[in-house]
């Protein structure tokens, strides 16, 4: 059931996206129950009906309303989280393609691909969520595919232990969750997003803020931002590599997107708070790791930790940012994955490398590929990590948030030490007199990733065209 605003056009496309991984799911279900096909040609069957979503998504550009809500008020679509559920399907989609093609060392599962595409409903549907109750359901159905995600392959003790870790941590997160939701429902007698508002605006009460407060600390707690971090670094560091790529962007870049649509009703004061805390401990930290995961498991919340303030400001500078760390961190984990073949004596079969002394590559332009990566986490012009900056400060200067963009660029500074560090491992591939071939397909991804992570600064300005026509 519609509510609010709806129209003829738009009846075709009530969800069409959730409706479509749901078949997705019950199709490859039952084609993994009654066929014992080859493992790639289900991924590959996957990965087109995910492009058939994408294609979905394009065709729904049309529902921007900014009162456009869906199944009784549960869910809202608005200019604000529609171009969210967009980066999220590229996203997934991008990472998955690994999986269709054969690797040295496989450790592909049958049940990875349904596992994903589940999370996936909870990715899309999360920041369109409208009410509290059901923002738990849906973080648990996203949360719970996730520690089976990370515990799918049982055969690795280190990710068995990753999943119960990840399980038990969710597990508190989630408590809080809804105990935030039972004092809002005492507060104003009702959990949507919508009535919060309005109370709020009408009362402007402090126990409200208060309670809130409790669900952006569990948020957090989920995202593995400082200080609620070190669960992550462990589960990060406990799954396979390729696991790792997955679980350490989509659930982050999920409910920063919800608190994004939603920051009006959160407090400034507590992001800010976790903005300093996460830039800290993640520039100062990875300065004593050798371990390679561990260093972009801090890169991650040093990043994420960039982008609370544009979420504080809801300024279309955390467009910019996320889609550009988005790409970068798809490519350093798409290089570390095809690196896995040159690596003769492997830490284990799930994660062949571990420790930078590792990066042994012989081959140049994967080497150079991850070295631009790396340049673009430190800022370098023109990469496209370099503008993601740029504009978060610009909009931080804007809004006289002064201090706040000096400790950004100073925390950067600080953590180009191990950046560099990495650099100059690679660098040492660059001087290896022969070069030896990765897989075809996994090039051609890597090669169309490059060319638009080396040509962003062409798109920027078309993309910020496209962001102001959206929002406005």
């Known amino acids: 059931m519609v509510i609010h605003i709806t129209t003829d056009n738009n009846i075709r496309v009530r969800f069409p996206l959730c409706l479509m991984l749901f078949s997705i799911v019950i199709i490859l279900l039952i084609y993994i129950a009654f066929n014992h096909a080859n493992i790639y040609h289900i991924n590959r069957l996957a990965s087109l009906g995910l492009l058939y979503v994408l294609y979905l998504a394009y065709n729904s550009l049309d ?6 809500t869906v199944y ?3 869910f809202k679509l608005n200019d604000t989280n529609i171009p969210l559920v967009y980066l999220q399907i590229i996203l997934v989609i991008l990472l998955l393609i ?17 596992l994903i595409i589940i999370n996936l409903i909870g990715l899309i549907l999360f920041p369109m969520v409208n009410d509290l109750l059901l923002l738990y359901i849906i973080i648990e159905l996203q949360s719970y595919s996730l520690y089976i995600i990370t515990g799918v392959h049982h055969k690795s003790y280190n990710a068995t232990r990753g999943s119960m870790l990840y399980f038990v941590t969710g597990g508190i997160a989630s408590i809080g969750i809804l105990l935030s939701s039972y004092f809002v429902y005492n507060t104003v007698g009702s959990c949507n997003i919508n009535d919060i508002t309005n109370y709020y605006a009408i009362h402007n009460a402090s126990s409200l803020f208060d309670s809130l ?18 669960w992550s670094i462990a589960v990060y560091n406990y799954a396979p590599t390729y696991i790792t790529g997955y679980i350490s962007i989509v659930a982050k870049v999920s409910i920063l997107s919800w608190i994004y649509t939603n920051s009006n009703l959160i407090h400034s004061d507590l992001l800010i ?3 300093y805390l996460s830039i800290i401990i993640a520039a100062y930290k990875p300065l004593f790791q050798v371990n390679f995961k561990t260093i972009l498991a801090y890169s991650g919340i040093l990043n994420f930790g960039y982008l609370l303030l544009p979420v504080c400001l809801q300024d279309p500078s955390y467009y910019i940012y996320i889609i550009q760390y988005v790409v970068t961190h798809i ?12 690596i003769s004596k492997p830490n284990s079969q799930w994660s062949p490398i571990v420790n930078v002394n590792q990066l042994v590559i012989p081959n140049k332009l994967l080497s ?5 990566c790396f340049f673009s986490l430190i800022g370098i012009p023109p990469l496209p990590g370099f503008y993601g900056k740029f504009y978060v400060i610009q909009s931080l200067i804007k809004y006289n948030f002064t201090v706040e963009a000096l400790s950004i660029v100073i925390f950067s500074v600080i953590a180009t030490y191990y950046y560099a560090y990495v650099i100059k491992q690679l660098a040492t591939n660059l001087l290896i007199p022969y070069s030896q071939p990765i897989n075809k397909s996994l090039a051609l991804i890597i090669s169309i990733l490059l060319v638009f992570f080396i040509t962003y600064f062409v798109y920027i300005f078309n993309l910020l065209d496209v962001i102001s026509i959206i929002l406005s």
């Open 98 to 114: 690994y999986t269709t093609v054969k690797q040295r060392y496989d450790i592909s599962s049958i049940w990875i691909y349904l």
């Open 331 to 342: 490519l350093i984990f798409l290089c570390l994955l095809a690196s896995n073949e040159f």
């Open 213 to 230: 407060d409790i669900l952006v600390l569990a948020l957090i707690f989920k995202m593995g931002l400082a200080p609620l971090h070190s």
């Open 63 to 68: 529902l921007r309303y900014s009162l456009f």
């Open 368 to 372: 150079i590929c991850l070295i631009l």
């Open 72 to 74: 009784n008020d549960w």
């Open 273 to 275: 708070i976790v903005f």
